[in-house]
């Protein structure tokens, strides 16, 4: 016998406080124990991908009493958002995503949950550590870093650090004109600004700088 496909949760909307409206989905216990797991997703990805990994972890968080949260953030997608306000993998804000995860936490309170274990996969790992870095908020119990990486360490074993370097030179360039215009295309779909916060070194998103 099969399992069904179909994950039960509920699809819910919220809206940051800079304005973006971000979907997502929810799995609520009967018997609540006021801590939720809130998942953000990785760059590009969306708040339905992953639905084997939702229906299991939300399951077995249900039945120890603890709620299921799962939004987009605004790296959802390639391109996310319209007119002057792109977003999605090629145009965000990293550190927008303190607004995000503040927005997720705020909707997960309203729901009665005071606890939170923020859990993030690829870059959501990095967001994840940056909230927890930047806002110290205290109703933070835990973090969970799921395939947590350096873009520039994975860039440089690509095209070698030197390339890197060469690249990361000519974004800066683009971006002192424009930091949303698009690089090359055969460095993948981003803005120069876009661009910088991957693979340049020091930058708020290079939260894991083993390859130093």
């Known amino acids: 016998m099969t399992r069904p496909a179909g994950v039960p949760v509920s699809l819910v909307r919220l809206r940051t406080d800079d304005g973006v409206w971000l979907e997502g989905v929810i799995a609520e216990p009967r018997r609540r124990q006021r801590a939720a797991l809130i998942w953000v997703h990785g760059l590009g990805s969306v708040f339905s991908s992953g639905q084997p990994l939702i229906r299991e972890l939300s399951t077995r968080l ?7 949260f799962k939004f987009n953030n605004r790296g959802h997608d390639v391109v996310a958002g319209r007119g002057k306000h792109l977003a999605g993998a090629a145009f965000e804000h990293f550190g ?12 997960a309170v309203k729901c009665g949950y005071r606890r ?79 661009y910088l916060s991957l693979y340049k070194p020091g930058e708020a998103e290079d939260v894991f700088p083993y390859y130093r």
């Open 96 to 107: 927008q995503c303190v607004d995000d995860i503040r927005a997720m936490i705020g909707f």
């Open 62 to 68: 249900n039945a120890a009493g603890i709620g299921y």
């Open 116 to 194: 939170f274990i923020l859990a993030g996969h690829s870059t959501g790992a990095n967001k994840v550590l940056h909230y927890a870095a930047r806002t110290r908020d205290r109703r933070v119990i835990g973090l969970v870093l799921v395939g947590p990486i350096s873009d520039i360490a994975a860039e440089m074993k690509r095209i070698r650090g030197r390339e890197l370097r060469r690249r990361v030179a000519i974004a800066e360039r683009i971006a002192s004109r424009d930091p949303e215009a698009l690089v090359p295309r055969a460095w993948g779909f981003w803005c120069a600004r876009r």
